[in-house]
């Protein structure tokens, strides 16, 4: 229950709790929407529309193909690495009606992070886009998937469009390298040996696992997160309930340019808005921002969901500037610190103000979020509904409103645990539903939080957490490295960049370009270093561990000085 505190900190026609149960499954809530909004789109993107009745025939067809063309059973994992396409939502649907659990990977990443993260979950099928089935055909062979389908950029539009397009993408643009992946099938021929076939549709229970989501917790390597559909649809709930009075069902066009492997906008437009019945509009490649603001042209789009560094690149865009925002109602926030001249630039752009929220890849993720009728900047705004915070010291006991200390977040959003890693559990979650989150926040008088410090040594890197073990373990693998450390500097455009300091062995020489190649080579793209630098030692404790804050705090002094 909420308690007193928090009931009277939402604004009129929001309640302060939600009936997480109301839906026994995430399927049940597909099933609902895709028959009450048959006819009305739910997911574009290069040109092409799937309504919600055609999403849910396709994720039939793709269930009845994994049920009827392979021995994959009911609690199986299921690797997706796929970009913002319409393949997405079909195949991760399709997945759960077959009653497998959802494992979103990153198309980006290195084989190296592929491998571990194929492992570690135990994934015994893979569907990629062939943009980068060459690295999926380097570690297939040191993993246990069985299965693999292959999908083109633009395999669901019409045939003569996705023969143009699919042809560009790999002769014209060379995006796609060669690869020879013996038993892979084709998406397109999957989704046909389904069509037609009877679906054995899977009924999980609340408390079952739906997504594995890998993050690295508050520390360490990645871990999966075990995400139920409890908690994806309290969230998804949750959402909805602050969002109520501001979106209408079925009326909305909501621009998609954030990962949908990412869980920030899994859980918005995979989730919310299917159970609102609104249209997503998928943007595959949000870095073109040309491209983006030409494809923003076509729609008279109601809502926005972004970041900070999104939000500061497109309003340095002319193109985008020039575009008519007379819909625009709603923008959302999320994924990293919002930044006060990036939201008054926007504002001033858009005329529509953001909404800043914050959550945890362990919550969801929704912890909390700016009420669109009453926005502080600066803050991430009051807890959605059924949700509890609170602030604690280094001893666990709560601190007043007004003191910072760790926020800890309690909701039936919480996740059920990390994945085969009960250890790790039970330093973030405890056996009252507790959730520490790592970070540093103030309670103020008024219910509106305010992250204010990092307890952890976590890189925020446009919305995606980094951790320095990972990016050292690496280093460390360079010949010729003695002891290395990284941090993140703050940056205006990402929030946050990775500078490393790296120690060379006596008498070695290493330069800059050897150590930017090596990260390049084994990491992706958020993950390498911006800035190297060479010392002859590192600060250390007296009993060697390196001092990694010391380290931000010259960095802090020099960009004062």
């Known amino acids: ?98 009653g497998l659990i959802v494992v979103n990977t990153n198309p980006l990443y290195t084989a190296r992070e592929m491998e571990h993260q194929f492992n570690d979950s135990g994934a015994k099928a893979l569907v990629c886009l062939a943009n980068m089935a060459h690295l999926a055909e380097e570690v297939l062979p040191r993993t246990g998937i069985r299965h693999v389908l292959i999908t083109e950029v633009a395999d669901l539009l019409p045939p003569l469009k996705r023969l143009l397009v699919n042809a560009v993408v790999k002769y014209v643009k060379k995006m796609v390298p060669a690869y020879h992946i013996g038993n892979a099938v084709k998406l397109n021929d999957a989704l046909a040996k389904g069509r037609g076939k009877s679906v054995r549709e899977a009924s999980p229970k609340a408390d079952d696992v739906a997504v ?33 009075s501001n979106l209408k069902e079925g009326c909305e066009i909501l621009i998609a340019p954030l990962p949908l492997y990412h869980i920030y906008a899994f859980t918005f437009h995979c989730m919310a808005m299917m159970l609102t019945g609104n249209h997503n509009v998928l943007v595959t490649n ?18 926005f969901v972004g970041l900070n560094t999104l939000f500061v690149g497109l309003c340095n865009n002319e193109a985008f500037r020039k575009l008519d925002f007379s819909s625009l109602k709603l923008t959302l926030s999320g994924g990293m610190a919002l930044q006060q001249a990036a939201a008054e630039r926007w504002k001033e752009v858009t005329g529509c103000a953001i909404c800043e929220g914050y959550g945890m890849t362990e919550t969801s993720p929704v912890v909390s979020v700016n009420p669109f009728q009453k ?31 760790e926020l800890c977040v309690k909701g ?31 309670i103020q008088e008024d219910g509106y939080m305010r992250i204010v410090d990092r307890k ?83 600060p250390t404790t007296n009993v060697g561990k390196i001092l990694r804050r010391e380290l931000r705090d010259e960095e802090l002094k020099k960009a004062r000085a």
């Open 212 to 244: 594995l989501q890998y993050t690295g917790g508050t520390t360490g390597v990645a871990k999966g997160a075990m995400l139920t559909h409890r908690n994806l649809v309290a969230n998804m709930m949750q959402c909805k309930e602050l969002m109520a």
């Open 1 to 98: 229950m909420i308690d007193n505190f928090w009931k009277d900190k939402y604004p009129a026609g929001i309640a302060a709790e939600i009936n997480a149960d109301q839906y026994p499954n995430i399927l049940a809530v597909l099933k609902e929407s895709c028959q009450r909004f048959a006819n009305k789109p739910a997911f574009s993107n290069l040109g092409k529309t799937l309504t919600y009745g055609e999403l849910y025939q396709l994720s039939g067809d793709f269930a009845a193909y994994l049920q009827n063309n392979t021995d994959l059973q009911p609690g199986d994992r299921i690797a997706v690495q796929l970009p913002n396409v319409l393949q997405y939502p079909i195949v991760v649907f399709g997945a759960m009606r077959a």
């Open 375 to 405: 926005i502080q900047i600066g803050t991430i705004g009051i807890p959605v509904p059924s949700t509890l915070c609170k602030v604690i010291d280094d001893a666990g006991n709560e601190l007043p409103l007004g003191e910072r200390g």
């Open 412 to 442: 039936p959003q919480v996740m059920k645990g990390y994945w085969q890693r009960q250890e790790a559990t039970d330093e973030i979650l405890d056996a009252d539903g507790w959730l520490r989150t790592g970070d540093v926040a103030i």
């Open 456 to 538: 952890k040594d976590m890189i925020l890197v446009s919305g995606f957490n980094v951790y320095p073990n990972e990016l050292e373990d690496v280093l460390a693998t360079l010949p010729g490295v003695l002891q290395c450390a990284a941090i993140g500097v703050p940056d205006e455009r990402s929030g946050e960049v990775i500078k490393v300091f790296v120690v060379p062995r006596p008498g070695v020489t290493l330069t800059k370009e050897q150590v930017v190649k090596h990260m390049h080579d084994n990491l992706t793209g958020y993950k390498r270093p911006k800035y190297v630098e060479f010392r002859e030692s590192l």
């Open 286 to 303: 949000p870095r073109d921002l040309n491209a983006f603001s030409k494809e923003l042209s076509a729609w008279k789009f109601t809502g």
